[in-house]
């Protein structure tokens, strides 16, 4: 069965930067399979923030462009999202999936952006 595991997250002030990592498992198809992170604020519906395509070819809703980047490792089955600027709309729990989601979620990793 394929695994996420996210992590990286943590509190961080505004204006502060962070690094998720999503390392898959299990998951022979990694590299030929479009990647991406979403997150999810409480009350609010999970989003597809951030998506590489197995090409490296990016995208990125539009409240995040200039301020996250996102990247993969295919060798290493992990995917990153490279976070700066952060602002207070940021916290939410952060994933990664494959872009059409059909994997299993993992648990997630916090990210908190405190004033």
């Known amino acids: 069965q394929v695994q996420l595991v996210e992590s990286g997250g943590g509190l961080v002030q505004a204006g502060g930067s962070l690094r998720l990592s999503c390392a898959a498992s299990?998951?022979?198809?990694?590299?030929?399979?479009?990647m991406a992170w979403y997150r999810q604020a409480p009350g609010e519906q999970r989003e597809l923030v951030a998506a590489?395509?197995?090409?490296?070819?990016?995208n990125y809703v539009d409240s995040v462009k200039g301020r996250f980047t996102i990247s993969r490792d295919n060798a290493k089955k992990t995917v990153y999202l490279q976070m700066t600027s952060l602002k207070l709309e940021d916290t939410a729990v952060y994933y990664c999936?494959?872009?059409?989601?059909?994997?299993?979620w993992g648990q997630g990793t916090q990210v908190t952006v405190s004033s």
């Open positions: 999936n494959t872009q059409e989601g059909f994997i299993s």
């Open positions: 299990r998951f022979s198809l990694f590299s030929i399979n479009a």
């Open positions: 590489i395509s197995s090409g490296g070819r990016t």
